[in-house]
C-alpha cells in the first residue's frame, strides 16, 4: 500500500480545518419574544381576525366593492407578479444543486502546420490503408455532458430553502396589502356615507334657514327688525348653500379614490346613504397574542424574512469550506461522418473530479459572510419592530373605540339639545323674546353638532375596521 492515499486525505483534512478556522467568528441576536403585561392573563380564544371579511362586513355594496378590488386592483395585481418571480427563484436555487445534464453536437476543421509537432504526428499516422491523410482534417462529434457540485456543506439547499422562505415571505407580503386594501375601502366607504348624510343634513338647515329669512323680511316691513338682521340671515344661507357645494366635491373625490382602488374609471358608487345611521360598530374580540402573531401577515412576513437571513448566513459562511465538483461525457467523435458512430473506435469518455477551497484572497468570502449575517441582525430588528408596532396598533384601536363610544353618547345628546334650542329660539323670536343673533348662533352650533356627530359614528365605524385590520383580518 503506497502513502499516496493517506497523504491526500491528510491534506484534504487539514484544508477543511484551515477553512474552518479562518471563518471569522460574527456577533448574532436572539429575537425577544416578551408578551405585553397587559396580555399575559389574557385567556380569550376569541379572535375577530378569523372572520372572513365577507361575513364582518354586512353591507351588500361594500361587499361587491371589495369583491371587485381583489380581481383588479393595480397594486395587487403587481404583487401577485411578484410572488410569481419568488416562486420562479425557488425553481432557480433548487436547480443549482442537482446535476446538470446536455447534450450536444459539433463540426469543425482543422489544419496545422507540416513543421509542427501535430503535423509531424499526422504526417506518420496511417490512419486508411492506402489513403492519404486527410487536410484539412474535420471534426465530428456528438455526445453528452454533465456536471454536478456535490452540496456537502448545505450551502445550495441552505440557499434554496431561503429562496423559499422568502417566497412564503413574499405570499405573506401580498396577504397583507389585501387586509390594508379590504380596510382602505371599507374606510373610504364609510367616509362616502358620512357625507352623504352631512350633504342631507345642510339641505336640510338650507331649508330651515331660508323660512327663516322669509320671516325676518316679513318683520323688518313691520319694523320689528332692521335691515341688518336680514343681511346676517341672509349671509347664513349663502354660507349653507356653499358648503353643500364643498361636500359635493368630497364626495366626488371619495368615490374616485373607491374607483382607483377597485381599478376602474370615475363613475358613481352604488351605495345606501341612508343605512348609515342603522349602522352599529361590531364587537371586537383580540384573542390572545399568539393569534395575533399568527394572524398578522406583516408579522408572518418579517419571521419569514427572518429565515431567510439565517439560511443566508449559513450559505455564504460554507464558501469558506472546500467544494467538490464532479464531471463527465461521453460521446463519439471522428474525422469522418461514415465512423463517428463506430465503437469503440469512435468511442470517447471522461470522468473527472475537482476539489478546490479559498486559502489567500478570502475578503471577498468574509465580506459576503459579514454582510449575510448583518442582514440577519437586521432581520431580528425588523421582526421586533413588526411585532411591536402590532400590539401598538391593537391597544391604540381598542382603546379608540371605547372612547368614540362613549363620546358619541355625549354628542347624541349635544345634538338633542341643540335641536330643542333652534325650536326654542324660533319661538321666542317670532314673539321678540330673543335677538336674531342667539337664533344665528343656535342655528350654527345645531349645524356642527350633528356634522360632529355623523363624524363621530363613522370615526366609530372607521376604528373597528382599523382593530380588525390590526389583529390580522381580512386576508383569509
Known amino acids: 500500500m503506497t502513502m499516496e492515499p493517506i497523504l491526500r486525505g491528510i491534506a484534504m483534512v487539514s484544508m477543511i480545518v484551515v477553512a474552518y478556522s479562518c471563518a471569522p467568528e460574527l456577533t448574532t441576536r436572539e429575537v425577544n419574544k416578551a408578551t405585553p403585561d397587559q396580555y399575559a392573563d389574557n385567556a380569550d380564544t376569541i379572535n375577530s381576525a378569523t372572520i372572513n371579511w365577507v361575513e364582518f362586513f354586512t353591507d351588500e355594496h361594500l361587499v361587491a366593492l371589495i369583491d371587485t378590488a381583489l380581481s383588479n386592483n393595480q397594486e395587487l395585481n403587481i404583487t401577485l ?80 430553502m431561503s429562496a423559499f422562505n422568502r417566497y412564503l415571505a413574499s405570499v405573506d407580503g401580498k396577504n397583507f396589502l389585501v387586509t390594508n386594501l379590504i380596510a382602505e375601502i371599507a374606510n373610504s366607504y364609510y367616509e362616502l356615507l358620512a357625507l352623504d348624510n352631512q350633504l342631507a343634513i345642510v339641505r336640510q338647515n338650507i331649508e330651515i334657514q331660508s323660512n327663516a329669512l322669509e320671516i325676518v323680511k316679513y318683520q323688518k316691513q313691520s319694523a320689528r327688525v332692521t335691515e341688518l338682521a ?41 351605495r345606501d346613504s341612508e343605512s348609515f345611521s342603522r349602522l352599529t360598530p361590531n364587537m371586537i374580540a383580540e384573542g390572545i397574542p399568539s393569534q395575533l402573531l399568527q394572524n398578522r401577515p406583516d408579522i408572518r412576513q418579517a419571521e419569514r424574512e427572518l429565515m431567510a437571513a439565517r439560511l443566508d448566513v449559513k450559505s455564504a459562511k460554507a464558501n469558506f469550506y472546500p467544494s467538490l465538483g464532479l464531471s463527465a461525457g461521453v460521446g463519439y467523435q471522428a474525422f469522418n461522418p461514415a465512423y463517428v458512430l463506430k465503437t469503440p473506435e469512435s468511442l470517447l469518455y471522461s470522468l473527472a473530479g475537482e476539489l478546490t477551497a479559498p486559502l489567500i484572497n478570502r475578503k471577498g468570502i468574509k465580506a459576503i459572510y459579514q454582510n449575510a449575517n448583518a442582514k440577519q441582525i437586521q432581520a431580528v430588528f425588523n421582526y421586533e419592530q413588526t411585532i411591536l408596532n402590532a400590539y401598538v396598533e391593537v391597544a391604540n384601536e381598542l382603546a379608540n373605540i371605547n372612547n368614540l363610544a362613549s363620546a358619541y353618547d355625549l354628542k347624541a345628546q349635544q345634538v338633542a339639545v341643540l335641536n330643542e334650542s333652534v ?54
Request: charged share 30%; glycine share 8%; proline share 3%.
Open 81 to 160: 407578479q411578484e410572488v410569481a418571480i419568488a416562486r420562479n427563484e425557488v425553481m432557480a436555487k433548487k436547480g443549482e444543486y442537482l446535476p446538470s445534464v446536455g447534450v450536444g453536437a459539433g463540426l469543425g476543421v482543422d489544419k496545422v502546420g507540416r513543421y509542427t509537432r501535430n503535423g509531424a504526428l499526422e504526417a506518420t499516422t496511417d490512419i486508411e490503408p492506402g489513403k492519404e491523410f486527410p487536410e484539412p482534417l474535420d471534426d465530428y462529434m456528438i455526445g453528452a455532458y454533465a456536471s454536478w457540485e456535490v452540496d456537502i456543506w448545505r450551502k445550495l439547499r441552505n440557499a434554496k
Open 423 to 476: 325650536d326654542i329660539s324660533n319661538t321666542l323670536f317670532k314673539s321678540a323674546r330673543a335677538d336674531y343673533m342667539e337664533v344665528l348662533l343656535t342655528q350654527r352650533e345645531a349645524l356642527d353638532s350633528r356634522f360632529d356627530l355623523i363624524e363621530t359614528r363613522m370615526e366609530q365605524l372607521r376604528a373597528v375596521v382599523k382593530v380588525y385590520r390590526s389583529l390580522g383580518g381580512g386576508w383569509k
Open 230 to 270: 336680514v343681511k346676517r340671515f341672509e349671509a347664513q344661507v349663502l354660507n349653507t348653500k356653499s358648503l353643500q357645494f364643498e361636500i359635493q366635491q368630497q364626495i366626488i373625490e371619495t368615490e374616485n379614490r373607491i374607483n382607483f382602488l377597485i381599478g376602474r374609471y370615475p363613475q358613481p358608487i352604488n
